[in-house]
T-cell receptor, first 116, second 112 residues
Framework: KAGVTQTPRYLIKTRGQQVTLSCSPI?????VSWYQQTPGQGLQFLFE???????NKGNFPGRFSGRQFSNSRSEMNVSTLELGDSALYLC???????????????FGPGTRLTVL | QKEVEQNSGPLSVPEGAIASLNCTYS??????FFWYRQYSGKSPELIMS????GDKEDGRFTAQLNKASQYVSLLIRDSQPSDSATYLC????????????FGQGTILTVHP
């Protein structure tokens, strides 16, 4: 079974630009969660989508947004990039249901975003 | 108080020893607990999940959960140099679907 894929793997942008990252979950998984990882803050939750609906959102500004498509693929968008947005952006997929292994999250390789 | 705290590292153990990693959490409603391993430059890899009090064993790994004490641990038996990585404790709250709260991680080094 193929794992979670993320594109692109690396991005370099300048302040003020916007960026769109893509995530394809494991086949059959309906939930996609997004995280930001930085050396100072660690792994922080951005938002989660299940069946095209955002179920949960972390404490990030409105510049960070996302969506999910009917095939469970998800995108996240960051507008008006700031230097502090430089990070590894990870998505993880799961079955999305409570109980047992349905909520085990499996991570993609991540997108390394550098903002200059 | 941080929501999920892990024992401060780094942790260094000799090859063949038992490595013990600890984690406490603040949300009593938490239902699901996970341990991830992250090698430098790679993404986190799920190694254990545990949902009920007690022990869960998988090969050289044993996860222990005590909800009354809000404590979860990971034991790695017969540690190998290939176990050297950052270990992340993650917790999912009762109604926080899809949201994992991570500890800051413990760096483990297994030396030959």
């Amino acid at each position: 079974k193929a794992g979670v894929t993320q594109t692109p793997r690396y991005l370099i942008k300048t302040r003020g630009q916007q960026v769109t990252l893509s995530c394809s979950p494991i086949s059959g998984h309906r939930s996609v969660s997004w995280y930001q990882q930085t050396p100072g803050q660690g792994l922080q939750f951005l938002f989660e989508y299940f069946s095209e609906t955002q179920r949960n959102k972390g404490n990030f500004p409105g510049r960070f947004s996302g969506r999910q498509f009917s095939n469970s693929r998800s995108e996240m968008n960051v507008s008006t990039l700031e230097l502090g947005d430089s990070a590894l952006y990870l998505c993880a997929s799961s079955g999305g249901l409570a109980g047992g292994y349905y909520n085990e999250q499996f991570f993609g390789p991540g997108t390394r975003l550098t903002v200059l | 108080q941080k929501e999920v705290e892990q024992n401060s590292g780094p942790l260094s153990v000799p090859e063949g020893a038992i490595a013990s990693l600890n984690c406490t959490y603040s949300d009593r409603g938490s239902q699901s607990f996970f341990w991830y391993r992250q090698y430098s430059g790679k993404s986190p890899e799920l190694i254990m999940s545990i949902y009920s009090n007690g022990d869960k064993e998988d090969g050289r790994f044993t996860a222990q959960l005590n909800k009354a004490s809000q404590y979860v641990s990971l034991l790695i038996r017969d540690s190998q140099p290939s176990d050297s990585a950052t270990y992340l404790c993650a917790v999912e709250g009762g109604t926080s679907y899809g949201k994992l709260t991570f500890g800051q991680g413990t760096i483990l080094t297994v030396h030959p």
